[in-house]
């Protein structure tokens, strides 16, 4: 579960992976399972296989971060447990949850294939409430309490430093608080993993506007501009910049689709890819969004 204070209630590395023994397998599985799931891996000395797979599950079941719990069962010295649940092969690997095996495999996998499953485990007891944490900071972003919204993105990545939602949340919040600098610093140190997340390329491109806004003309003089010349396709350009630092966001996706339709191709294609830029500073299903990528389409297969 998350603290919100910061703190986080994870297991410690060594508790997520243990041997067990028959005497301790219905507390270290059976029991244990009914809070978090446990992944079971079924080896013995003597396999190469086992070899191979026991370290790799290891790892992904670590960087889980106690989403779920691995127990490793000697074959040869628990010949009783795996009579009982019918252990023909190893290596057998069997997930628990609620007390009752709900997925498995057999023989060695890629380490891809392993990833795959142990997220898919540890994904049938939820996310220990980040969900509800993400929702609660971003409502007090879009209600201008800028300071809780840092605070509860940060405890959520102190407790999951990959979730990409919290990552691209706390570079915004500190955009919001003006702090640009601080905002890309941020963006800039974010892990690879999560780095084309679309949570973090929302943040990227808000960053990329609030920088051009900072550098945007006055809207008079631009509108007035593009009234006398309206091919002057640089200052319909400009002023788009400045209807969207204005928060006149449908009104700067109109310039841009305008200035698409006389020259698609003018400055590199600069109208389209200003687009994409304010699209993905909003989210996805936002009527603007929406409206505007369909425009942008029927012009594009027109």
């Not at 010295?77 to 023909?88: D, P, T």
């Not at 971003?138 to 430093?161: K, M, R, S």
């Not at 003006?178 to 892990?191: D, I, K, R, S, T």
Request: charged fraction near 25%; proline fraction near 5%; include cysteine.
């Amino acid at each position: 579960m998350l603290g919100l204070n910061g703190a986080t209630t994870a297991p410690v590395a060594q508790d997520l992976i243990k041997d067990t023994s028959e005497a301790a397998f219905m507390a270290d599985v059976i029991d244990a399972s009914r809070e978090v799931p446990v992944i079971v891996d079924f080896w013995a000395p003597w396999c190469g296989p086992c070899k191979q797979l026991g370290p790799a599950l290891e790892a992904a079941v670590t960087a889980a971060k106690g989403r779920v719990k691995m127990v490793k069962v000697n074959v040869d010295q628990n010949q009783m447990i795996a009579s009982q649940l019918r252990i023909q092969s190893i290596p057998t690997v069997y997930a628990f949850w609620q007390g009752q095996p709900v997925d498995g495999f057999q023989g060695a996998l890629p380490a891809s294939e392993i990833t795959k499953f142990v997220d898919r485990v540890a994904a049938l007891a939820g996310d220990g409430g980040l969900s509800e944490a993400i929702e609660m900071a971003e409502q007090a972003l879009t209600d201008g309490d800028v300071v809780t919204a840092n605070e509860i993105f940060a405890a959520i990545l102190g407790e999951e430093p990959e979730n990409a939602a919290a990552y691209g949340g706390l570079v915004r919040s500190h955009l919001a608080a003006g702090n640009l600098e601080q905002a890309e610093a941020f963006l800039a140190a974010v892990p690879a993993r999560i780095a084309t997340a679309k949570e973090v390329e929302a943040a990227r491109a808000q960053i990329e506007l609030a920088k051009q806004a900072a550098n945007a003309g006055p809207e008079a003089d631009l509108r007035a501009a593009v009234a006398a010349n309206p091919d002057n396709h640089q200052a319909r350009f400009d002023l788009a910049v400045a209807l969207n630092a204005a928060g006149k966001v449908d009104e700067a996706v109109d310039e841009l689709l305008e200035l698409f339709r006389r020259d698609r191709e003018w400055n590199d294609g600069a109208a389209r890819a200003q687009l994409f830029t304010i699209f993905d500073a909003l989210k996805p299903q936002d009527p603007t969004v929406l409206r505007g990528r369909r425009k942008l389409s029927s012009m594009i297969f027109a």
